[in-house]
């Protein structure tokens, strides 16, 4: 709106000075004609400048705002980074769904809503996406391959099975650990900071006479 709003003033403008070099060539010749320019030029360059002013005024603003509501803004290779892991998050979970172990199901959703947080975390603080790097790059997409394949054993009706759903089980035990595990990594920084903070305040406190 604001350039729409520009254009048509910077072509009023126009017109204006058209319309005052044919009423200085009508009424007072070449000089006068070269003057009432210079005056026209002096003008369209003052709202030109205001126009750039006001734009970037409402550019800035409109940051501003975003950082206040604290939008965070993804760069694209970190948007296509989560895109794909909740891809592969969203894969695992329909996976789940055709397995018949209803154990193996419950626990496999267990690791999904533990790999959905981290990936919250992660959009929150794109910080904490290098720090995650193997998460991302590793354990998930193997998560994924593992269920894909057990998935296509357990319909298959193959004897072996039974020996595989108790290795499966274990599986699940450790990678639901380990992904604790690494929600927490994510958080660890924060945590930090929470404690110094704390420990910063009470000192003050302390300084303050506010505190025994």
Known sequence: MRKNGGGSSLGFLALAAVAVLLIGLLGGGLSAVLGVLGIAFGAIVLLVAGVMFFAFK?????????????????TTEEAQTLATARHQVTDIRMLNTRITDPVIRRRSNEVCDIMDKILAAMKED???IAEGQ???????????????????????GIEAKTELTGKILEHLDDIKKATQKQLGNVYDNDVFDIDAEIELMKESMKQDGLMG
């Open 126 to 128: 794109p910080k904490k």
């Open 134 to 156: 193997m998460f991302l790059q590793y354990y998930l997409p193997t998560q994924h391959e593992i269920l894909m394949k057990f998935q296509h054993i357990d319909n298959s």
């Open 58 to 74: 409402g550019s800035a603003e409109e940051a501003e705002n975003a950082a206040k509501k604290g939008k965070v803004i993804l």
